[in-house]
T-cell receptor, first 112, second 117 residues
Framework: GEDVEQSLFLSVREGDSSVINCTYT??????LYWYKQEPGAGLQLLTY?????DMKQDQRLTALLNKKDKHLSLRIADTQTGDSAIYFC????????????FGTGTRLKVLA | ETGVTQTPRHLVMGMTNKKSLKCEQH?????MYWYKQSAKKPLELMFV???????ENNSVPSRFSPECPNSSHLFLHLHTLQPEDSALYLC????????????????FGPGTRLTVL
């Protein structure tokens, strides 16, 4: 079946760039999403990228998609302590767009 | 209120209790979802509603009973739960279940942290 994989942990120093990676298996994926979850909170949509795009930038966030390798990444520039959270990658396919497949999340820790 | 709200935020219940979780979306969406988030596991989609009709039930035990009285409200009725049902229950909504145009992104509520004793 479809699968989405992420590394579990990432630590960076405040002010550095963070890169969170995600790989997926469903070749029919149309949209790929990044969500952020802070402690005790729900998932906040950060950005999404359509499968015919390579890159989407929104302020400090850049989503990069390598469709050939089925690899998605989220780059956070000038990482701040408030960026500490769990980041989830999710994908949906044309066969049922509500059927998101989520990764297990990457816990980002920003060190002051 | 804006976005997706959920009440209560925290709930502790015994295995013989009956309780309900409530979700309300103020986004004018037609689709609503219940997810279960357990530690160290991916999010599990439980139920999907489109215009108050259930379109998916992902083999969820009958001790979880959803109700969608209108497109803005979604409930999850709980009875005779087990300790392994302790988790964060997240509600989400989107414009449609099948996006004919656009990204059809899902917007999540803050969740209800459920503990079953």
């Amino acid at each position: 079946g479809e699968d989405v994989e992420q590394s579990l942990f990432l630590s960076v120093r405040e002010g550095d760039s963070s890169v969170i990676n995600c790989t997926y298996t469903d070749s029919s994926s149309t949209y790929l999403y990044w969500y952020k979850q802070e402690p005790g909170a729900g998932l906040q949509l950060l950005t999404y990228i359509f499968s015919n795009m390579d890159m989407k930038q929104d302020q400090r966030l850049t989503a990069l998609l390598n469709k050939k390798d089925k690899h998605l990444s989220l780059r956070i520039a000038d990482t701040q302590t408030g960026d500490s959270a769990i980041y989830f990658c999710a994908e949906s396919s044309t066969s049922g767009t509500y059927k998101y497949i989520f990764g297990t999340g990457t816990r980002l820790k920003v060190l002051a | 209120e804006t976005g997706v709200t959920q009440t209560p935020r925290h709930l502790v219940m015994g295995m013989t209790n009956k309780k309900s979780l409530k979700c309300e979306q103020h986004l004018g969406h037609n689709a609503m979802y219940w997810y279960k988030q357990s530690a160290k596991k991916p999010l599990e989609l439980m139920f999907v509603y489109s215009l108050e009709e259930r379109v998916e039930n992902n083999s969820v035990p009958s001790r979880f009973s959803p109700e969608c009285p209108n497109s803005s409200h979604l409930f999850l009725h709980l009875h005779t739960l087990q300790p392994e049902d302790s988790a964060l229950y997240l509600c989400a909504s989107s414009q449609e279940t099948h996006g004919t145009s656009g990204s059809n992104e899902q917007f999540f509520g803050p969740g209800t942290r459920l503990t079953v004793l």
